[in-house]
């Protein structure tokens, strides 16, 4: 069974740091192009960040720019996010996404296009 768990989030404080975690079973990551999204109360969906197969082709989202940062490591088959300089508005619940096949451009990949996600992981910023 294919399957991608989340871990990671929870309460910081603005201008703290977390980082979240994506562990991927039944597949292996290095044949598949993954990021992470994130969804605030009452907005839409958000694309974060996304990192090629192979881990050389990263994007990151102008909002997070300079703060968030995607990583993997295909030997432990897991996705990181590194989040520093929290700010109140990254709260959201962050999901991780995998889809094979398909690689990244200018952007990318919408979410339509991930064929996996995880349950997500909370990450409330708050004083």
């Known amino acids: 069974q294919l399957q991608l768990v989340e871990s990671g989030g929870g309460l910081v404080q603005p201008g703290g740091s977390l980082r979240l975690s994506c562990a991927a079973s039944?597949?292996?990551?290095?044949?598949?192009?993954t990021g992470w999204f994130r969804q605030a109360p009452g907005k839409e969906r958000e694309g974060v960040s996304c990192?090629?197969?192979?881990?050389?082709?990263?994007k990151i989202a102008d909002s997070v720019k300079g703060r968030l940062t995607i990583s993997k490591d295909n030997a432990k088959n897991t996705l990181f996010l590194q989040m520093n300089s929290l700010k109140p508005e990254d709260t959201a619940i962050y999901y991780c996404?995998?889809?094979?096949?398909?690689?990244?451009?200018?952007?990318?990949?919408?979410?339509?296009?991930?064929?996996?996600w995880g349950q997500g992981t909370q990450v409330t910023v708050s004083s």
């Open positions: 039944g597949f292996t990551l290095d044949t598949y192009t």
């Open positions: 990192i090629s197969s192979s881990g050389r082709t990263t």
């Open positions: 996404a995998a889809t094979r096949g398909l690689s990244i451009g200018t952007l990318c990949p919408p979410a339509v296009a991930y064929d996996h």
